[in-house]
């Protein structure tokens, strides 16, 4: 199913990103919208810069991709000190991430992908061929419109992942 996610956690703190470098992974793409920082944080806080030091440290290589703008993204890039970003991702759609990765010389199969929606995120990461990481929403009250859409076809989305999954169906209800 191409929704499903390879893990549902309840924030980046429950992943255990030693394991998966320990697996092979190498890279990681996040989102950014509530996903590492909700829409009214105007600059990562120090905490959250520290977790992706923490990340850094381990020995990936992280890059923010996001349908946000490129001022929005240029400024946590810079606080996090990461490898780069890709804004207007346009996710679902792949092109534009797919492009970005080729250009940087990456290997789909090394990459693990962070996101809250399973109809963009998710999606996108799967048609990567992506490890595939669902993040609980970090604000639901801050999302957008179009982003309220998105979950309400999610329920009938969940319901065909547990058809498949059932395990990763319900840590997505229980979110
Ligand atoms: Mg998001």
Known sequence: M??????????????????????????????LDNTLAPYTMEYP?????NRIEEIKNIGFEIY???NNKKKRLEIFSK????NGYLEKAHKPKINKLTKYLKELNI??????????QLVTDILAFNRL???SILVK????KTQKWYTKINRIREKS???????????IGRKIEEL
């Open 157 to 167: 989305i969940i319901r065909q992942i547990k058809k498949e999954n059932i395990e």
């Open 2 to 31: 191409k929704y499903t996610p390879r893990e549902v956690v309840k924030s980046i703190d429950d992943i255990d990103f030693v394991k998966l470098y320990d697996e092979g992974y190498r890279i990681i793409i996040s989102d």
């Open 129 to 131: 061929n992506s490890y």
């Open 107 to 116: 290997n789909t199969n090394l990459v693990i992908g962070l996101g809250d």
């Open 45 to 49: 806080t120090k905490d959250l810069i």
């Open 137 to 140: 929403t970090i604000d639901t």
């Open 64 to 66: 923010l991709v996001s």
């Open 79 to 82: 606080a996090f000190n990461i």
